[in-house]
């Protein structure tokens, strides 16, 4: 089993930055691939970006531009840096890890006020 903590989110206005963190514990070694999730109210779970061992990275034509997706393996630690924010990412944001099934972390509030 894989444990995620994700820390970082919060209130920002349109236009602006935060960096979400996501600390991996437990059984990482089982790990093939990460990402960031998000789910606004009312909508489904929609996977946002997301980043294989070797490094290889994709994102929703959403975020694409706007989002990096990066990963520090000596810390065991997933980021998500958001620019350009719009009041259109307001979401619960949650850290997704991919091996033997899904493992998700509790979320973290993202809210963009216009």
């Known amino acids: 089993q894989v444990q995620l903590v994700e820390s970082g989110g919060g209130l920002v206005q349109a236009g602006g930055s935060l960096r979400l963190a996501c600390a991996a514990s437990?059984?990482?070694?089982?790990?093939?691939?990460m990402g960031w999730s998000r789910q606004a109210p009312g909508k489904q779970r929609e996977l946002v970006a997301h980043?294989?061992?070797?490094?290889?990275?994709n994102y929703a034509d959403s975020v694409k531009g706007r989002f990096t997706i990066s990963r520090d393996n000596a810390k065991n630690t997933l980021y998500l840096q958001m620019n350009s924010l719009k009041p259109e990412d307001t979401a619960v944001y949650y850290c997704?890890?991919?091996?033997?099934?899904?493992?998700w972390g509790q979320g973290t509030q993202v809210t963009v006020s216009s």
């Open positions: 997704t890890a991919f091996g033997v099934g899904i493992n």
């Open positions: 980043i294989t061992t070797g490094g290889s990275t």
């Open positions: 437990g059984s990482i070694f089982s790990i093939n691939a």
